[in-house]
């Protein structure tokens, strides 16, 4: 039986986890391996936090109206990414709603109801519509003053899109990446097994996950900390968890979030647009 390496790294507020289960990586190989993600995971994050001074969306942030800023290219994807999720999802998924989590939620993260005057000059900078890509120089320009980008529900998961491009750099193509519970990608199966088996919701599902990616929204650990863009309101807690299943990370994490705003007829039509993307409520 192939043994599995199993390796971890903090990162991006989480815990990633590496295993790989290829039968011709020994434990130093695969340590090697891992190393190698840990280390592309720790210059995304330089690159995409909002909290390191001078990352790209760090400088971002600092824009005015009418101001552009040259991206790298992991800041270009993710938020090429973004905009084009806000447009499929109506709006559901937006990264630039950063401000309404402080004004809804006090200091003990208890709800509170912000003056209508606050949320009213917060709307002025919020929503996607209002940055501009330009693919020819590689820039992105903002349309409002005080914008502030947030990549927290896609940074994660296309930092595991990049480290299964390293793995398979090392020639690995089973193994099994984890970025807090929260999104999952499947590289391969292990050997002898069709799949992954992937466990949902505190065991109440299983799901087999093959070359794949799955994320998963909902309530239990953050409580209300889920914003609807549509609203500029907090997403009432539920008791379900949403997942999504697409062929990248940073697409089923950025869609999990917009599943949690969107109506189940929304969320049907746009599956049916798109083959490889899935639904699961639990």
Same mark, same amino acid.
């Given at each position: ?144 003053? /005080? ?85 500029? /309101? ?49």
């Amino acid at each position: 039986m192939t043994p599995q390496h199993r390796f971890e790294r903090h990162a991006m507020a989480t815990t990633f986890e590496v295993i790989i289960a290829q039968e011709d990586a020994d434990a130093l190989y695969a340590a090697q391996a891992a190393d190698a993600v840990f280390t592309e995971i720790a210059r995304l994050e330089d690159e995409l936090s909002r909290f390191r001074p001078g990352s790209d969306i760090w400088r971002l942030n600092q824009l005015g109206a009418g101001e552009s800023l040259a991206l790298s290219l992991a800041a270009w994807d993710c938020l090429s990414l973004a905009k084009a999720v806000h447009e499929e999802t109506a709006g559901a998924f937006d990264i630039t709603i950063g401000p309404l989590m402080q004004l809804w939620r006090a200091e003990d993260g208890s709800l509170r109801q912000p003056e209508a005057g606050v949320l009213d000059l917060a709307r002025r900078s919020i929503g996607s519509q209002l940055f501009d890509l330009d693919e020819g120089s590689g820039q992105v320009t903002v349309r409002a003053e /005080q914008m502030v980008f947030d990549l927290g529900a896609v940074g994660k998961g296309y930092a595991l899109d990049q480290a299964a491009a390293i793995l398979q750099e090392w020639g690995i193509t089973r193994a099994f990446l984890n970025a807090g519970d929260s999104t999952l990608l499947a590289l391969g199966s292990p050997p002898e097994e069709e799949a992954w088996t992937v466990t949902l919701a505190e065991g109440a599902q299983t799901l087999p996950l093959r070359d794949r990616a799955l994320s998963g929204s909902g309530f239990m650990v953050k409580g209300a900390h889920i914003m609807n863009p549509r609203t500029l /309101q907090p997403v009432p807690v539920q008791e379900r968890r949403s997942y999504a299943l697409a062929p990248t990370a940073a697409l089923s994490d950025a869609l999990s979030t917009a599943f949690m705003i969107m109506q189940p007829d929304e969320i049907t039509a746009l599956c049916a647009r798109y083959a490889e993307v899935d639904w699961r409520v639990v």
